[in-house]
């Protein structure tokens, strides 16, 4: 059964380089929805960047922050919610999101997350030795969270940001 906020609130997740926050933008204004994005509001709110934040606290403390970011903007009303790509690690985001709105993956291969994010410095996480492995050891681990917490998934392919938002129109509304 499909969740009867589906047109109210909609969520993002998937890894970092899907296209959560450009996708998002577009998909929020083509809908008529407030675009918040759960990293930009937690930088915001704590005044640095994401990578300070992961120096200073730790992973522990990014998530603990993350958790309660998502709680907070997952009860708006009349939402689009881009999420960090962590943040279906957490059984307790996970059961958040989809119970209280609808849940969309944008999935694209390891090769193409790689290609996307390569050479960003705001992601501590792939500020590593060889981040091509750790970007397809995160994609493995991450898949089937992101498949488990959805309501639907959609291919991220070469198509620009306004081409996948009309595709994720029209298969939302399929889904009604
Ligand atoms: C993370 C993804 C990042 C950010 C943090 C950790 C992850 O968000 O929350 O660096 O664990 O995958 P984006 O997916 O928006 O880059």
Redesign the pocket.
């Known amino acids: 059964m499909i969740n009867p906020a589906a047109h109210e609130r909609l969520f993002l997740v ?5 296209g ?2 450009t996708i998002g933008r577009t998909l929020a204004q083509r809908l008529s929805l407030a675009f918040v ?3 930009a509001e937690i930088e915001r709110r704590c005044g640095v960047k ?1 990578p300070i934040i ?1 120096e200073l606290e730790g992973e522990p403390g ?1 998530r603990m922050r ?1 958790a309660q970011m998502i709680d907070e903007l997952s009860q708006r009303d009349r939402v689009l919610l ?6 279906v ?1 957490s059984a307790e985001n996970r059961a958040r999101l989809r119970e209280r709105g609808f849940v969309i993956y944008l999935h694209a291969p390891p090769e193409i997350l790689f290609e996307r ?1 390569r050479g960003d410095r ?4 792939l500020n590593t030795a060889d981040p091509r492995a750790r970007v397809e050891a ?1 994609y493995t681990e ?1 898949d089937a969270l992101y498949r488990d917490v959805a309501h639907l998934v959609v291919e991220t392919d070469r198509a620009g940001p306004r081409e996948i938002a009309s595709r994720i129109v029209e298969r939302i509304h399929e889904s009604d």
């Open positions: 998937g890894p970092m380089g899907a959560k926050t994005d759960s990293d994401i992961f990014f993350e881009a999420t960090g790509g962590g943040a690690l994010t705001n992601r501590p996480l995160m991450r």
